[in-house]
């Protein structure tokens, strides 16, 4: 940068040659303000999606950045909530991006004290054996010599934040390993 | 000395430089700019969801502002600062909407025995919530969402000593983080108490009026999520002709209590870019009754310093002359 | 009554403003912002008798003052002492001491013209030292440089000290060291020149913001400063110089007290209620303890002026005065600052009396014109 | 509303700025009640006595629309003279068994007519059903199962045709009965239970009638305010009660919305994850023996209506699980269905957990540490597991609570001896995965992948998947009989690589939306559920979704933008049944199908092209005429009329009078709570009396006495459970999160200024709320929002609690569900958290041991043992 430049971009200068010679707006205009873009302009896609939080329904569009969402907004084009987002709903960036999200799988052993880490393929693999072993001792043929082909061993809570696809297959599964304990927020 | 009606305003016609109704963008050298842009909040519809809050620091990323319970009604946000740029107020009061029932009564309370200065009553003084002394059967909850209004003359932006603080082309006042030092002077200079310093950060921050977005022709954030559009953002000029018939058509209503507030250019910020439909007076939600931007007497400042200046001037010869004798 | 109207209009479903589905799609459509609560319904006809009973509202004790739960209108300075006040303080001595100084270079008095321009300069220097040290981000401060701002007495103020502080210096270097003695008097020329601004621009800094016992005050501050900045150099005199040479720095304290006891007695009249936050607490001990040191700091130094103590202890109790002065502004500028009782009454009052603040006069044409209102509301 | 649906409020605005009337009532002033124009506070626990008194003004005064209650509900049908309303029995209908704690529905049924079944208990008659073989299952144990949820989708089995008096003349006609049943609910008697003032009621009663009729509709709209109470089914009837009669159902401006807390708990009912429904509202079967798939349908499906082809729906469900396995010879694998033997419900799940008996938890985007009623036994009952996978985005209390849980702090569980073990998943958010929400109004929208999880996050369709994946492999080869539905389940999906994970592949969303859709014989995509069949030529996994990948094409991914569309906005998503924004809305026409008045019309019947037309898609048979009246042996939708509006009731019309179907009576009725500080001043019967109790004795689940007994004044302070606008139900989406936690950061309590009085609470402070099941301590709010109530001569005060929060996240406090006990709605299962009796301290509850002695310092002043408020 020149001595010229350097100059021409001192906003006294700029006060003393342009039009703002208070120095109160375009004269000291800074360099950040002169290159700024919003990251709503700026993403790589946007994204339509739904709100997480309750059963109105809001469109949001997420806006994607080098494969990270830096921003989700209201969908104005949506029917139910005209683009606009409750408390909850924009805090939806925060939710999903937030310093709150667990990425690791986390493992208490029993009477354990701490959480251990766990590889998530071991974890699952785990678990599967977990749900074998207890269906098969809760199984029962029989109730009261009605025929129910069930097991009582074990049970699951939760839907309600869930899509209905995945609800779809964890009822599926549930109902072939014979669990009927199946519930969700529905009831609550 | 230089007092501000020195000649250095040559090309711009530098009347209604520090109060008055001018056009805050033309007056700082931008020519050809866009329309005057602002917010007209309209706190009849507001319903206090705090929305605009949350929209703000999402866009903004702005910091938390403090885990605090504060027994203000369900204000626990408390006022704006540097980490808040959007601020909900709760008022209980002892108050009819209109002819709204509200179905409570409080027969029995003495409002001024739990708050003795009403409203005015910080809450650790305060038995309950302070009100307003009234009707025991009367009660309405008035929210209101605060913001950075965006003078037309804005102290801030004239005492800032860097030109951090400047007027976009939308005749918005914002600061310029890579030029603020944080000197701290905009802070007191401001009439409303909106802008602040962020302590770990050293600089001063408030409300840019989402200068970026606006940049593309997007909307602010909260204006944006606002549920009830209660936050109405655009052209001031048309804001201020919305609000006019929003005002007539409440008092047609019967909500005789309903006021604009920085409406009028004429006022003692030359009008705000940020300005409200109100249902009580200013103070009542924490804004000042009548603000006068700081800067417009300066000139009179100035010319009382220059006054003491040349007393000074005028004691030391004088000590001089009578210093041989005493 | 408009309650029953409203009920009724709505009742027949005419005359009110609606939208209606019909074959062709939806008429009227009104959007949710020009809802309206409460026009509706009317409280139950018949009466609420028990819940109605006229004549009982209290009233809020000082009916002039509501506040959002007594949280502050405006933002608290964000200034610390003893920075701040030390900015000012020192502004102040720097200022009178040029002046001091000057004056001593011409009437001959050494040791006197020596420890003023030392003083100065190195007042003028601390003094930047607290406003720097002050900022969130010191290192930028070069910035303050980047624009010159008329409207900003911060800004002006940084102009001046920058171009101060070097020509004191040089006062003070040739001074000291006796070299350079033409471009020496030039210096102390030009120190003097600005002398005065830099006593008395902090003025207009503090009295340009929205705190109420700081904005209010402008018409006096300039003059509070000036003589409490003359106070200190005159206590720098005294204590510094020898007696023979003490003359002029008692007589600029003498005048400086006089004039900011004045000044500052018609200030806290005038503010009536603000005023009342440089009487008490924390802002008020500051005042007292500074009005109490330079009136004892005077009177002493004229009765014991032959004595060099006396003069000295004096002249160090000047000095404490005016710190003290500054001090007690700005902790009474805060006080004011965190009640909203000192920003909303006075703005009330203004309000009740058909007075608001205005810039309606600004249909005059030339700029010289728009500080009418200051002018109008100063008579 | 503004509450906790703020952005939904909007419409409410817009309807005020039209002209509405917004009456709020609510125990509470809320930021609802600000905007409200009427705010009406009525003691928690009272809905029925209140509404029930609209209905009577109605009545009484003949503000019913006659036209349309003629036409098209129940209230000319003439009711057996077996049927013995509360007015007879004080208080309760014929047919109740004080031993078994149920109903004996058969004397509320239709005169001349067969033992009918209702859709909300179906199997309830299982047993008297002709055809069905006889088993010896308990009939109370299927009554106890409940099925509230199948209201969802409507539906009713008459056998016959039942007599009608079309001038509402005859004694015994639903609307005479109706009449006689409600005539009580005086203004005066409304006053004394509800304490609403008697102008303020008329007031309402005006507003709300004056609104309704030919040219104006009125609508109401609840929330879990309604649900969550002991007779919270009937909460919800007594509206629909009102509503029929004001002609207010199935037209634009009408209704009653439902609105619901979670982004897809409408789908989570659709598409169940629920113990007693497979997807659509088909009832899980009970455990008969010798059941099989006809003798199901047969019991369970009515011969009318929609619901008459239950077997195609549940034939073409078996079908999209079981596959080619699924066939005519096997009964389509209906065996492969677990059985039922009474309540499933995740109370008696925790029961099960303590019994030791269920030993493995998932835990999935749900915090029952916190947000279940009387959390304190869901964590004991977490105590008792052997294992628990808990999937969410942050470590919320329910997977923490073996080591910071309060019981910890008590020191009734030591961490050391916990032997849970515990899996915690991180969870992919909405923005990282495909897949459609239900929302409340029933309508699909997609969400769209917009980033892959990172680190170990999963969707939860990929954890199902892979889960199911890795069971199946464990057991691919066994032999053993119990294997075979897990072996023969169809579990193909087509998947794509997660780009972030090598290795790891992600199942499509969209193919499992296929699947839900349903597929005809040659694989190809249905359009509707009428295209379903029962002979296994069609696979369907939820029928009431089918539709939803008509053409092969994503329809709930559809966003015409509403600027471009009409009004109705049928373009936006798509909603069940068949893309129909308002249900029933044949009913928006006049039985000649015209609307019915020129401002309120929505479909109506065009003569000239002989079909259905208007903005909304019909609710009916696009070509069924007005004038169309069944043959006599007509059955299914052939069998309703043109007149016969409620097309999935098995006789067409809405039931202001319910013979079958619900557990707790064919007419709401007023009962207090199970925790009351009052008598019923009504009937001598206090309580609903099969609410279900029974099951849960528990000693962590003392109740408490009410109304006059001993020890009733203990507990003097009503209390209500709720949520704000600053956090999402149990918190783990939103105290975890700055942002949100910073506007509401710690646990409080809304209390009047005379209660704060009474008891020393100080503004701002700390108070102990007390009930025999836990003690908690809040931070005080004092608000004259909070407003005491004069009940029967008596002053009350309520006490107001958000149970937001727990001992995890940034914002936190004790969770206000710790206090609630496990008196259950019958039909739903749902816990009574919306009115309880508390009492209230000042000061911070006692820490360690000293908390627990404290609930039972109080059980012991107020006499409670395992008997106290369990009569019946």
């Not at chain 1, 329904?57 to 209201?74: A, R, T, Y």
């Not at chain 1, 960036?93 to 393929?121: C, F, I, M, N």
């Not at chain 3, 005419?14 to 949710?32: H, N």
């Not at chain 4, 109605?58 to 036409?71: C, G, M, S, T």
């Amino acid at each position: 940068m020149g001595v010229k430049t350097w100059i021409e971009e001192w906003p006294v200068y700029r006060q003393l040659t342009g039009n703002d010679p208070l120095g109160r707006a375009a004269a000291v205009k800074s360099r950040r303000s002169a290159t700024l873009a919003p990251r709503s302009a700026t993403a790589d896609k946007v994204v339509k999606s739904i709100c997480p939080f309750c059963a109105v329904g809001c469109g949001q569009n997420v806006f994607v950045k080098d494969e990270k969402v830096v921003q989700v907004e209201g969908d104005p084009d949506s029917p139910v909530s005209r683009g606009r987002l409750c408390p909850r709903g924009s805090s939806t960036l925060q939710l999903v991006t937030g310093s709150a999200r667990e990425y690791k799988v986390r493992y208490r052993r029993p009477h354990g004290t701490e959480w251990e880490e766990l590889d998530l393929d071991t974890a699952m693999d785990m678990i599967a054996d977990r749900v074998v072993a207890t269906r098969r001792e809760g199984w029962q043929w029989k109730s009261d010599d009605a025929r129910v082909r069930r097991t009582m061993g074990l049970a699951s809570l939760g839907g309600a934040t869930l899509d209905n696809e995945e609800n779809y297959l964890l009822k599926k599964l549930f109902t072939a390993l014979g669990a009927i304990q199946i519930e969700n927020q529905a009831r609550i | 000395m230089a007092p501000v009606d020195v000649t250095i305003g040559r090309r711009p016609d530098l009347t209604g430089a520090l109060l008055g109704d001018t056009d805050p963008a033309a007056q700082g050298g931008w020519t050809d700019h866009p329309p005057r842009m602002g917010f007209f909040t309209d706190t009849s519809v507001c319903i206090g969801c705090k929305a605009c809050e949350v929209a703000c620091k999402e866009w903004n990323a702005i910091p938390e502002d403090g885990l605090v319970f504060t027994g203000m009604s369900m204000d626990n946000t408390q006022g704006l600062g540097a980490d808040t740029w959007r601020h909900v107020a709760f008022v209980e009061q002892r108050k009819p909407l209109a002819v709204q029932d509200p179905g409570v009564l409080h027969e029995g309370v003495d409002v001024l025995a739990l708050a003795p200065q009403g409203s005015g009553t910080s809450p650790d003084e305060a038995g309950t919530t302070p009100t307003t002394p009234g009707d025991p059967g009367d009660l309405r909850w008035l929210m209101a969402s605060d913001v950075c209004k965006h003078c037309t003359h804005a102290a801030c932006l004239d005492v800032c000593p860097t030109g951090s603080l400047f007027r976009t082309e939308f005749g918005t006042v914002v600061v310029q983080e890579d030029i603020c030092n944080g000197c701290g002077y905009c802070i007191p200079a401001c009439p409303y108490g909106v802008i602040d310093q962020r302590k770990d950060d050293g600089r001063a921050w408030k409300c840019t009026l989402c200068y970026d977005r606006l940049t593309v022709g997007q909307e602010p954030a909260c204006a944006k999520n606002c549920p009830t559009d209660s936050i109405q953002f655009g052209p001031l000029d048309e804001l201020r002709e919305r609000a006019g018939a929003r005002l007539a058509s409440l008092h047609d209503g019967g909500v005789t209590d309903a006021r604009l507030y920085g409406r009028d250019p004429h006022d003692g910020v030359g009008g705000d870019g940020a300005f409200f439909l109100l249902l009580d007076e200013p103070e009542v939600y924490g804004l000042p009754p009548d603000p006068v931007v700081t800067t417009r007497d300066l000139p009179a400042m100035w010319r009382r310093v220059g006054a003491a200046a040349a007393t000074l001037v005028g004691a030391a010869v004088a000590a001089f002359v009578a210093g041989r004798r005493i | 009554m408009p309650t029953d109207d409203a009920v009724e209009r709505e009742r027949q479903g005419a005359g009110t403003p609606g939208t209606d589905v019909t074959k062709d799609g939806l008429r009227g459509v009104r959007p949710d912002r020009e809802a309206v609560t409460g026009v509706t319904t009317g409280r139950p006809r018949g009466g609420r008798g028990r819940r109605r009973r006229g004549g009982e509202t209290p009233q809020v004790p000082d009916a002039t003052f509501t506040s959002y739960y007594a949280e502050p209108v405006i933002n608290k300075p964000v200034w610390e002492a003893p920075d701040i006040p030390g900015y000012l303080f020192l502004g102040g001595l720097a200022g009178a001491a040029s002046l001091l100084g000057a004056g001593a270079q011409r009437t001959g008095r050494r040791r006197l013209e020596r420890s003023s321009k030392v003083g100065a300069v190195a007042a003028g220097f601390l003094s930047l030292v607290g406003l720097v040290h002050d900022l969130g981000r010191p290192q930028r401060f070069l910035n303050m440089l980047r624009v010159f701002k008329v409207t900003s007495p911060m800004s002006v103020g940084s102009w001046l000290l920058a171009g101060y502080i070097p020509v004191a210096g040089a006062a003070a270097a040739s001074a000291v060291t006796g070299r350079a003695p033409r471009a020496g008097a030039a210096a102390t020329v030009a120190a003097a020149t600005l002398g005065p601004a830099v006593a008395s621009y902090t003025a207009a800094l503090i009295s340009d913001t929205a705190v109420p016992a700081w904005h209010d005050g402008y018409r006096e501050m300039p003059f509070v400063f000036v003589g409490s900045g003359a106070t200190a150099a005159g206590g720098l005199g005294l204590l510094t110089a020898p007696v023979a040479e003490t003359g002029p720095a008692r007589a600029l304290a003498l005048a400086g007290t006089a004039l900011e006891l004045a000044t500052f007695e018609r200030m806290e009249r005038r503010l009536g209620m603000v005023g009342e936050v440089y009487s008490q607490g924390r802002g008020g001990a500051y005042v007292r303890a500074g009005t109490l040191l330079s009136v004892a700091g005077v009177v002493g130094a004229v009765l014991g002026r032959r004595s060099r103590v006396a003069s000295a202890v004096c002249g160090a109790a000047m000095l404490a005065a005016s710190a003290a002065t500054r001090w007690g502004v700005f902790h009474a500028g805060m006080q004011s600052a965190d009640d909203p009782k000192y920003t909303v009454v006075p703005q009330r009052q203004r309000l009740e009396q058909g007075e608001p603040a205005t810039g309606t006069s600004t249909t005059t044409r030339t700029p010289a014109a728009t500080t009418a209102p200051s002018e109008a509301a100063e008579a | 509303m503004a509450e906790c649906h703020p952005v939904g409020f909007q419409w409410v605005m817009e309807a005020k700025a039209r002209g509405a009337t917004v009456i709020h009532v609510d125990p509470r002033f809320t930021r609802t009640s600000a905007l409200a124009d009427l705010h009406v506070p009525l003691r928690a626990g009272t809905d029925i006595a209140f509404l029930g008194g609209i209905i009577n003004y109605v009545l009484a005064n003949e503000k019913d629309f006659r036209e349309y209650i003629v036409a098209y509900t129940n209230a000319g049908t003439i009711l057996t003279d077996e049927y013995r309303d509360t007015e007879d029995l004080d208080g309760v209908f014929s047919g109740l068994d004080t031993e078994e704690r149920t109903y004996d529905f058969h004397t509320w049924q239709y005169e001349g007519m067969e033992v009918q079944a209702a859709s909300g208990q179906r199997d309830q008659e299982y047993e008297d059903h002709p055809g069905t073989k006889k088993g010896r299952a308990s009939s109370k144990s299927v009554r106890q199962s409940g099925r509230g949820e199948a209201h969802g989708s409507g539906g009713a089995a008459i056998a016959g045709e039942p007599e009608v008096d079309p001038t509402l003349q005859h004694p015994r006609c639903v609307y005479q009965v109706l009449k006689r049943h409600y005539a009580r609910y005086t203004p005066e008697m409304v006053e004394q239970i509800c304490g609403v003032p008697q102008d303020t009621f008329r007031q309402v009663c005006e507003l709300l009638t004056d609104n309704s009729g030919r040219d104006r509709t009125s609508a109401f709209v609840y929330s879990v305010g309604w649900t969550q109470h002991t007779v919270g089914v009937q909460y919800i009837r007594t509206a629909a009660v009102l509503q029929q009669l004001l002609g207010n159902i199935g037209r634009p401006g009408g209704g009653i919305m439902a609105l619901r807390g979670h982004a897809s708990i409408q789908g989570s009912t659709d598409i169940p994850t629920l113990f007693n429904l497979l997807p659509g509202y088909i009832p899980m079967p009970h455990a008969h023996a010798h059941m099989d798939l006809d003798s199901f349908i047969e019991g369970e499906s009515p011969r009318k209506g929609y619901w008459a082809e239950m077997r195609a729906y549940t034939v073409s469900l078996l079908k999209a699980w079981w596959g080619p396995a699924a066939t005519p010879e096997n009964d389509f694998c209906f065996d492969y269905l677990p059985r039922l033997t009474g309540s499933h419900s995740t109370y008696e799940t925790v029961m099960a957990q303590l019994a030791g008996n269920c030993k493995g938890y998932f835990v999935l985007g749900e915090n029952p540490a916190v947000g279940s009623a009387n959390a304190k036994m869901q964590r004991m009952g977490m105590a008792n597991l052997e294992w628990l996978v808990v999937r969410d985005f942050s470590l919320i209390e329910s997977a923490t609570w073996w080591k910071d849980g309060p019981e910890i702090e008590t020191g009734e569980l030591r961490t050391e001896d916990i032997g849970t073990e515990v899996f915690f998943l991180p969870a992919a958010a909405h923005t990282e995965k495909d897949g459609s929400f239900t929302n409340t109004q029933r309508m699909l929208q997609w969400h769209h992948q917009a980033v892959e999880p990172a680190g170990d996050a999963r969707s939860d369709l990929w954890f199902a998947f892979h889960l199911g994946r890795r069971i199946r492999e464990k057991l691919a080869g066994s032999t053993d009989e119990m294997d075979r539905p897990l072996l023969d389940l169809t579990w193909d999906y087509p998947t794509t690589p997660l780009q972030s994970h090598p290795g790891d592949v992600e199942p499509e969303a969209e193919a499992v939306l296929a699947e839900i859709n349903g597929w005809d014989a040659e694989g190809g995509p249905l359009s509707s559920y009428e295209q379903l069949n029962d002979d296994g030529s069609t696979a369907c996994g939820c029928w009431i979704y089918c539709g939803v990948y008509s053409d092969g094409v994503n329809q709930a991914s559809r966003r015409t933008p509403a600027t471009e569309q009409n009004w109705v906005a049928n373009q936006w998503g798509w909603a069940w049944p068949a893309n129909r924004r308002v249900l029933y809305n044949r009913a928006s026409a006049d039985p000649d199908g015209k609307p019915w008045s020129a401002r309120k019309a929505l479909v109506w019947w065009d003569e000239e092209k002989a079909l259905w037309q208007g903005h909304d898609i019909p609710d009916f048979t696009a070509s069924k005429s007005p004038h169309y009246r069944p043959p006599t042996d007509a059955s299914g939708a052939e069998a309703l009329a043109g007149v016969d509006p409620f097309v999935m009731q098995a006789d067409g019309k809405s039931w202001l009078f319910v013979p079958a179907g619900l557990t707790d009576g064919p007419l709401p009725t007023h009962y207090e709570p199970q925790e009351s500080p009052v008598p019923n001043l009504l009937y001598s019967q206090q309580r609903n009396p099969v609410r279900q109790i029974l099951s849960m004795v528990h000693p962590d689940d003392r109740f408490q006495p009410s109304g006059s007994e001993p020890g009733a004044e203990v507990f003097p302070y009503m209390m209500s459970t709720y949520r704000i606008a600053e956090h999402h139900t149990a918190g783990g989406m939103s105290r975890y999160q700055p942002y949100l936690a910073e506007l509401a950061p710690e646990m409080f309590c809304e209390v009047s200024p005379e209660l704060a009085r009474e008891r020393g609470l100080e503004h701002a402070g700390w108070a102990t709320i007390v009930t025999a099941r836990n003690c908690i301590e809040a931070r005080v709010l004092v608000t004259e929002r909070m407003t005491p109530m004069t009940i029967n001569g008596r002053v009350l005060h309520h006490v107001g609690l958000p149970y937001h929060w727990g001992q995890g996240g940034l914002a936190r406090g004790d969770s206000a569900n710790d206090l609630a006990h496990l008196s259950l709605d019958p039909n739903s299962h749902i816990q009574e958290v919306k009115v309880g009796q508390c009492d209230i301290r000042p000061g911070r509850r006692p820490r360690g041991p000293a908390r627990v002695e404290l609930v039972k310092e109080y059980q012991r002043r107020a006499g409670i043992t395992e008997h106290t408020g369990t009569e019946i």
